[in-house]
């Protein structure tokens, strides 16, 4: 069982980087913290307040780059 877990975790992490990877092209800056966070929200289903998870994402624009001439 724990190498069912550790082949699922592998293939997260290489998502999650994948995903963060094209975050930080398509913004042309760099990602410098993840973290998974409690969050309430309104559950569409039931109306009433509920936890959910989910991802804080801090990045940093690169610095242009000019080269004197």
Known sequence: MADSNTSKVDKAEKEIGNVLAELENETDSD??????EDM???????????????????????PKRQWIR
């Open 40 to 62: 309430v929200e309104v559950d569409p289903a039931t109306g009433k307040p509920a936890v959910h998870k989910g991802v804080d994402v801090t990045v940093t624009p690169r």
């Open 31 to 36: 990602v410098q913290k993840i973290a998974l």
